[in-house]
């Protein structure tokens, strides 16, 4: 039996609980994982609350869970590169990793370098491939400034990085109480709030692109600072790519083994941190959950399962 994560309707974190499962044996093409470590995610708990059911619908009872790292306990027929006692990093797109045990296509799957911590390796699928693909739909090159929204967040925290090693200036829009960890990765904290408009226009003398993973307005900012729409990227505001044109590239732009592979590899080479705020036993999914929506996290929030 395996425990994993469960809700029957949609609804806060009171909906969510934990059950035992039955262990399914892997089907061809397959590897089963015994889960270390699986981050949380802001879109899990839109899905959870019915906020996204025109696009991604639940399906009752439903698991939840994308982002994975673990140890392989038996592979299916035709899995090639992968043995019992493998060390993986990955995701699967079956909401499934909130669980003891995880059933993940073999190319969702890579070798875990052993330099990343697992509540590092679980962490990065989601967060990651969407702060690469935001990256890269600005197209930044060196001497660009960019400005990055919610810069300490899951996804910003990991944008910033990526901005700044594509030679880019980075400005980091966050709370106070972020602005030495920005300064400490090259980036020019910004204080949000009041007078942000004109704090931006004083940090840089023009601002090249702009990567948004917070909402609220922020795109019409961006447009009002004499950003193009073409190197503008949001990552939550679905109302204002259709109100402006701008880009909406996230996760699913970059949702492939390979981005996390290397990701993986830039967190090995000492070349990417990934902040972890919290990490709670699974058993404790609501309380994770209830941390991760006050909305003040900087970085990851894990389970171990």
Do not use: C
Request: aromatic share 6%; net charge negative.
């Amino acid at each position: 039996m395996s425990k994993a994560v469960r809700f029957d309707e949609y609804g806060g974190t009171g909906v969510l609980y934990v059950e035992d499962v039955s262990l399914p044996d892997p089907a061809e093409g397959e590897v089963l994982v015994k889960v270390k470590a699986a981050g949380i995610n802001p879109g899990e708990a839109k899905v959870r609350e019915g906020l996204l059911q025109d696009r991604w619908p639940a399906t009752f009872p439903s698991g939840q869970g994308s982002d994975l790292a673990g140890i392989v306990v038996q592979v299916g027929d035709g899995v090639e590169g992968f043995a019992p006692g493998d060390e993986v990093v990955g995701f699967t797109d079956r909401r499934a990793s909130h669980a003891e045990y995880v059933l993940a296509d073999a190319g969702e799957l890579a070798l875990k370098p052993s330099g990343v911590p697992w509540e590092v390796a679980g962490a990065l699928f989601v967060a990651g491939t969407t702060a690469y693909a935001a990256v890269r739909a600005v197209s930044l090159t060196p001497g660009d400034t960019v400005v990055v929204s919610a810069a300490a967040g899951g996804v910003g925290s990991l944008a910033v990085q990526l901005a700044r090693q594509a030679g880019a200036e980075v400005i980091g829009i966050a709370g106070p109480a972020n602005h030495a960890w920005l300064a400490s990765h090259g980036v020019k904290p910004v204080a949000y709030g009041a007078g942000l408009t004109d704090r931006l226009r004083k940090a840089a003398d023009r601002i090249d692109a702009f990567i948004d993973t917070h909402g609220d307005g922020y795109v019409k900012l961006a447009l009002d600072l004499g950003v193009d729409p073409s190197r503008i990227d949001t990552v939550i505001d679905f109302a204002a790519v259709q109100e402006y044109g701008v880009k909406a590239e996230g996760s699913a732009s970059a949702s492939s083994v390979e981005v996390v592979a290397e990701l993986a590899s830039l967190v090995a080479e000492g070349k990417l941190e990934v902040p972890v705020a919290a990490v709670f036993p699974l058993d404790e999914v609501r309380a994770a959950f209830d941390e991760l929506e006050k909305g003040h996290t900087r970085g990851k929030i894990v389970l171990l399962p």
